[in-house]
């Protein structure tokens, strides 16, 4: 049997692995469009500010794909997928390749919201760009690194935006993330988590503007700054859109495959097409994309077994699971974080907001299953969390978790339980006073 993967990332590779570890005789052929084996994407902003060197993102060297007896076929960009024969067919090159079974792991491109001049600045090379790759990487450094070059403007406060945000920060650049939600991280925070998370990038010397609806991109040769809705104006030497993504689903599409947003999977990863598999970026699963790398290596797997044809492992979806990687500054989200978004009920949640620590912790609780969390500025609960999603927990473990306590006044017994107060008890003001007249100090912790 023969398997070909298309696109060679983080889905095409680990695909791969997983079909070599079950069958050491399948023959399998990757082929990819770029010019280097697996690197990972997530350090690529640190690429731009040259902490990094290319070297340090690849994470398969020639000799892995060697060693596991898989053929990587890189520079080769495949511009269509012929199901009646079964072959593939490879931009400027006369051959068809044949399979057995194919995989699309073509990932997905930066989406570009519909913004007056962006295509085509970006295409033009005239100071507007987006982060996908190595190139775009390089691209960017070596357009910063122009003297006339010292005010970016960052379209988009989701984390790839923040993250890149922070390395150009630290390029010298003046720094604006533009947000068209009312806050940032608009998916994995809630409003009250974003103010705090808004504080501190900006105490970082970063300027955000939130509720921005960025209109046009401002330049004729070169660009020269960004025009909002509203008609404010802020000036820029480079505009870097960060702004989500977009399945690659063109060459699918062009073959009948059905697609939607994404193109469109079924439990075993099974492509409308027959002995079609599609996984990663590329996919759309019961309406979700997913443009994350645990669900990568989590479709790796069960691709892996639906290519033999054996059917009894089946993909329930991924968790959303996301950490802002800037240094010293610790925010992790996962699962449901905003239940009043959700159609059912019977949601429960318990957070603790220490604003004078700058720590926010948000645990959610459904039918006593941990659903989701939000840790921001304090990390001690995460193992717990990442070990208990989806699992029973009791209100007493995630009060002990988040160090939420019982006060007793010793005067008339009222108790002041921080799991359902706004405002921690250490934080009360010092003349803060009980319904019955006593003072703060006259308060004994009940549950240490
Ligand atoms: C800057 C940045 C930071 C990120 N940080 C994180 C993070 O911290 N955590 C996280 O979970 N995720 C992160 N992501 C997202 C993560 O990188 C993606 O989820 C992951 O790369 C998806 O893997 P994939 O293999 O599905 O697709 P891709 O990585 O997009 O790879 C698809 C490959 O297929 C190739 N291809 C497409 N079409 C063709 C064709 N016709 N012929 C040949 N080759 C083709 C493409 O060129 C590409 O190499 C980040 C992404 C970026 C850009």
């Not at 696109?7 to 695909?15: E, H, I, L, R």
């Not at 593939?88 to 995989?103: C, P, Q, R, W």
């Not at 775009?136 to 006339?148: F, R, T």
Request: aromatic letters at 6%; charged letters at 30%; a negative charge.
């Amino acid at each position: 049997m023969k398997v070909v993967i298309i696109g060679n990332n983080v889905a095409g590779t680990f695909s791969a692995q997983n079909i070599r570890n079950l069958n050491e005789d399948v023959e399998i052929e990757l082929y990819t469009q770029e010019k280097f084996p697996y690197y990972t994407r997530i350090n690529l902003p640190e690429l731009i500010s040259e902490k990094i060197s290319i070297e340090d993102l690849i994470v398969f060297k020639d000799n892995w794909y060697k060693s596991k007896n898989l053929k990587l076929h890189l520079n080769k960009k495949v511009n269509k997928i012929n199901p009646q024969n079964k072959t593939i067919s490879i931009e400027e090159k006369d051959e068809l390749i044949s399979y057995d079974k194919l995989i699309l792991a073509l990932g997905s491109t930066p989406n570009i919201p519909p913004i007056k001049n962006a295509v085509v600045m970006k295409n033009d090379k005239k100071g507007v760009f987006t982060l996908r790759s190595i190139d775009d990487a390089l691209e960017i450094k070596d357009y910063i690194k122009n003297p006339d070059v010292n005010k970016a403007i960052i379209i988009g406060g989701g984390l790839l935006g923040l993250e890149l945000a922070n390395q150009i920060k630290d390029c010298n650049l003046e720094t604006t993330v533009v947000e068209f939600f009312p806050q940032l991280l608009p998916r994995q925070l809630d409003i009250e988590c974003g103010i705090m998370l808004k504080e501190e990038i900006e105490s970082r010397g970063i300027e955000v503007v939130l509720n921005a609806t960025t209109e046009e991109i401002l330049g004729d040769g070169k660009v020269i700054g960004i025009k909002l809705k509203g008609g404010e104006q802020y000036d820029a030497d480079i505009v870097l859109i960060q702004a989500g993504i977009r399945p690659t689903i063109d060459l699918a599409k062009k073959a009948n495959i059905e697609t939607n947003r994404g193109i469109i999977v079924n439990e075993f990863l099974e492509t409308s097409e027959i002995d079609i598999f599609a996984i990663g970026d590329c996919i759309e699963y019961k309406n979700q994309i997913y443009g994350i790398i645990p669900a990568c290596m989590e479709q790796s797997k069960i691709v892996a077994t639906s290519v033999f044809g054996t059917k009894n492992v089946e993909y329930k979806g991924t968790t959303p699971k996301n950490t802002l990687k800037i240094m010293g500054l610790d925010l992790t989200s996962i699962g449901v974080i905003e239940p009043s978004k959700e159609p059912s009920g019977g949601w429960e949640i318990l957070r603790k907001a220490d604003k004078k620590d700058c720590c926010y912790q948000k645990l959610v609780v459904k039918d006593n299953k941990l659903k989701g969390a939000i840790l921001f500025g304090e990390t001690k609960a995460i193992s717990f969390i990442y070990n208990k999603m989806e699992q029973n927990v009791s209100k007493e473990e995630l009060r002990k978790l988040l160090e939420l306590y019982v006060y007793e006044c010793e005067n008339c017994g009222a108790k002041y339980d921080e799991v359902t107060m706004d405002v921690l008890f250490k934080d009360l003001p010092d003349d803060w006073k009980c319904n019955c007249g006593a003072l703060k100090t006259k308060f004994k912790k009940m549950n240490d």
